[in-house]
């Protein structure tokens, strides 16, 4: 059971990137501003979740752990952003395999889950894909791009979510609990930025602007919703490293969803899908889907 959740949040996943991407270089210049209009959408979905099953009031002493899945769920929202500002969308979704370096690490010093040496090498696996997904010639030289860096210091954040999220389940705190709990705080770190002017100047839009941007950013955040609530079901019932992993099948949902889109949609979609660029992606992401079986024996 467990299994179809996680493969349910790459599919999600995937669609909800592409939408990012759309918003962070078509209709907004701020990520910040984008950020906070994301943090607060969160929030207006929570009734679907509580309506499954009611949330409970949690242990005082999960607190702090609350706290910082909320600076977490926020705080990589920028990173992210920028990355989407300089690179392909697919290439976003592969280097967020750079944070599962932290995440077997993190699993072990504050759960105690123990991997096989066989599945750490299917996760360096992972890593090094990702790491030849970044790289870039620039004048003669082989250079790490922007995105390298940008969404390496998303993955990190990213990297502390799931394990904090198990430690939350293994406190007795139930799934809509945490879930509910992660997005409030997210939202509670986001409000401050409507204290900056920029920031408010780029959300309150003409009309015409309007219109078109919250039927885009709702229909983003709904499936970035349904994604996060797929992916901590399933982690849940199932070792983290195992369902991050598993998320490393985003990118090749991108390129299925660009496809079907470029074509159609040439503005929504940025991505390269010449022969040898796909060619590259898919031989870079097929290393990936190697790492992940290691991963999952």
């Known amino acids: 059971m467990w299994l179809?959740?996680?493969?349910?949040?790459?599919?999600?996943?995937g669609v909800a990137e592409i939408l990012d991407n759309?918003?962070?270089?078509?209709l907004?210049?701020?990520p910040w501003a984008l950020a906070l209009c994301a943090s607060l959408l969160n929030v207006c979905f929570l009734p679907l979740l509580f309506f499954?099953?009611?949330?409970?009031v949690p242990p005082a002493t999960t607190i702090p752990i609350f706290i910082v899945l909320g600076f977490v769920e926020f705080g990589y929202l920028y990173p992210y952003y920028?990355?989407?500002q300089s690179d392909d969308t697919s290439i976003i979704a592969a280097l967020f395999g750079l944070g599962r370096v932290f995440i077997p690490i993190l699993a072990f010093l504050i759960v105690g889950e123990v991997l096989t040496p066989l599945q750490y090498v299917g996760v360096i696996l992972i890593i090094s894909s990702s790491v030849l997904l970044s790289f870039q010639k620039h004048?003669?030289?082989?250079?790490?791009?922007?995105?390298?860096w940008y969404i390496g210091l998303a993955a990190f954040m990213?990297?502390?979510e799931g394990v904090l999220l198990k430690l939350l389940f293994e406190q007795g705190v139930t799934y809509s609990t945490a879930v509910g709990g992660e997005m409030m705080m997210a939202t509670l770190f986001a409000l401050p930025l409507f204290a900056l002017k920029k920031v408010r100047k780029e959300i309150m839009m003409p009309w015409t602007g309007v219109k078109v941007l919250f039927p885009i950013l709702i229909v983003e955040e709904l499936f970035t919703f349904?994604?996060?609530a797929s992916e901590t079901y399933a982690i849940d019932l199932a070792p983290i490293t195992i369902v991050k992993s598993v998320g490393m099948f985003i990118p090749f949902f991108v390129l299925f969803y660009g496809k079907l889109l470029k074509t159609r949609f040439p503005a929504v979609f940025k991505e390269h899908l010449g022969h040898i660029a796909i060619l590259k992606k898919v031989f870079l992401f097929l290393l990936m889907v190697c790492g992940i079986i290691l991963v999952g024996r």
Do not use: D
Not at 52 to 56: K, L, R, S
Not at 140 to 148: I, R
């Open 4 to 13: 179809i959740f996680a493969f349910l949040a790459p599919a999600f996943y």
């Open 22 to 26: 759309f918003l962070a270089n078509r």
């Open 28 to 30: 907004f210049k701020n």
């Open 52 to 56: 499954v099953e009611a949330p409970t």
């Open 82 to 84: 920028r990355g989407l």
């Open 139 to 148: 004048h003669a030289k082989l250079l790490f791009s922007k995105s390298f």
């Open 158 to 160: 990213l990297s502390f």
């Open 226 to 228: 349904f994604a996060f």
